[in-house]
């Protein structure tokens, strides 16, 4: 399973199936019941099916950490991932702006024009 961000039950032991699926993405843990004011329990990233890091805190760090996470192991972008890690790398980051894709760039036109 492709997904940036994916939310889990309280339940971890329900939840090892999906983390074993899961190619690499971010995962909340917030109480079936929660209110959405509510901060949750826990905030972590997944990698290659393992949750290689728990406890971010908030989800701004723990996607500035996975995008860490995949420059430090050289990892490629997933396929059906690879527009949305372009944006925040290119775009949002500013990293490399200068090679843009077409549907990026597109993008980055309509966003500040």
Do not use: C, W
Not at 12 to 38: P, Q, R, W
């Amino acid at each position: 399973t492709f997904s940036l961000f994916r939310n889990k039950d309280v339940d971890f032991a329900s939840n090892e199936a999906d983390i074993k699926k899961t190619v690499l993405g971010i995962y909340v843990v917030k109480h079936e019941f929660a209110d959405t004011t509510e901060d949750p329990e826990d905030i972590g990233i997944v990698l290659e099916g393992v949750e290689v890091l728990s406890g971010l805190g908030n989800v701004a760090l723990a996607t500035a950490m996975l995008l860490g996470l995949i420059y430090s192991l050289n990892l490629t972008y997933p396929q059906e991932l690879h527009y949305t890690f372009e944006v925040l790398q290119k775009i949002i980051l500013e990293l490399d702006s200068h090679k843009l894709s077409a549907k990026a760039q597109a993008l980055k036109t309509k966003l500040f024009t």
